[in-house]
């Protein structure tokens, strides 16, 4: 009997070692296959969209145009009204005269630099177009255009790239709190968070509970696809262990952030939190309040 259970024990032993080397192998196979080595996390982090612009307004003498209109052109491209022009995307009105501060823009026909400009209205119509930085004037002025969408051709998606270091740390903090309290800890699967789920969904029967870390949420999304199955399962726990080996913490909570998905605008899927804060609240990430980081 003895000499049974030791046979057995070490026939579990090579097993289990054939088993980790076959699990090792498979680890660099999707290492290659997937790229997992990018510090670029496959671009989630650096590559560049395709930027969609409306036709820009452009404003000369004689132009059908009132200051009301323009004020309302001003006001879609998020300029704030203020006393004095101290900054870009400002603008001040005085009876029939409007001063904004362009912010610089790479038109198709070359860049104009950040610029104070000056139109004057004759009712309906553009009575003087002047440069209050070089002082003179303009025979044809043209408003920065409304960007419309910032496409990742090859998926048909938008999103407006964050830096870490952009995000409040609310957010950051909320997310790991709900999501993954052991991220700072974790090697890319957390085997506390694994071993409760199995207890709770299997043993207590106490409905699905959730064990993916934030490293495999974004390993789904960036990399694979929601199916539910073991195969694929096991895939996102090998890649998440390989991604973790070769970038920190911050790298990977930063892909997380710009690829997680979070709507859907008719065909344009919105990922991350940077176009999310555009989309819904029309404000830069960082300007978000409380309530709106709740929200998202």
Not at 195 to 206: E, L, N, V
Request: include cysteine.
């Amino acid at each position: 009997m003895l000499r049974l259970i030791r046979n057995t024990f070490y026939f579990l032993i090579i097993i289990g070692i054939f088993g980790c080397v076959l699990l090792f192998m498979y680890a660099l196979k999707l290492e290659k296959e997937y790229h997992l080595d990018d510090r670029t996390l496959d671009g989630a982090l650096w590559s560049v969209p395709a930027r969609v612009y409306a036709r820009p307004l452009e404003i000369y003498r004689g132009a059908t145009l009132s200051a009301d209109d323009l004020i309302n052109e001003l006001r879609l491209l998020d300029y704030r009204e203020v006393a004095n022009l101290s900054d870009i995307k400002q603008y001040r009105r005085d009876g029939d005269t409007v001063e904004y501060y362009a912010q610089p823009f790479a038109f198709w026909d070359g860049a104009r630099p950040a610029r104070k400009m000056q139109i004057r209205f004759n009712k309906d119509k553009v009575a003087d177009v002047q440069n209050l930085t070089t002082l003179e004037e303009e025979v044809l002025e043209r408003l920065d255009p409304l960007r419309i969408a910032s496409i990742y051709p090859a998926h048909k998606q938008d999103r407006v790239l964050v830096d870490l270091d952009d995000v409040p740390p609310v957010l950051v903090d909320s997310l790991i709190a709900i999501e993954d309290k052991n991220f700072w800890k974790h090697p890319g699967v957390d085997p506390r968070g694994l071993a409760r789920s199995i207890y709770i969904t299997y043993i207590q029967k106490g409905g699905k509970q959730g064990a993916s870390t934030l490293t495999q949420q974004f390993i789904k999304n960036h990399y694979l696809s929601s199916e539910q199955t073991l195969s694929r399962k096991l895939k996102e726990m090998l890649m998440a262990l390989v991604i973790e080996y070769h970038n920190d913490k911050k790298t990977i909570l930063e892909g997380y952030l710009n690829e997680i998905y979070l709507g859907q605008d008719g065909q344009r899927a919105i990922h991350g939190f940077g176009l999310a804060s555009e989309y819904y609240f029309n404000k830069e990430l960082k300007d978000l309040g409380l309530h709106e980081i709740a929200m998202l």
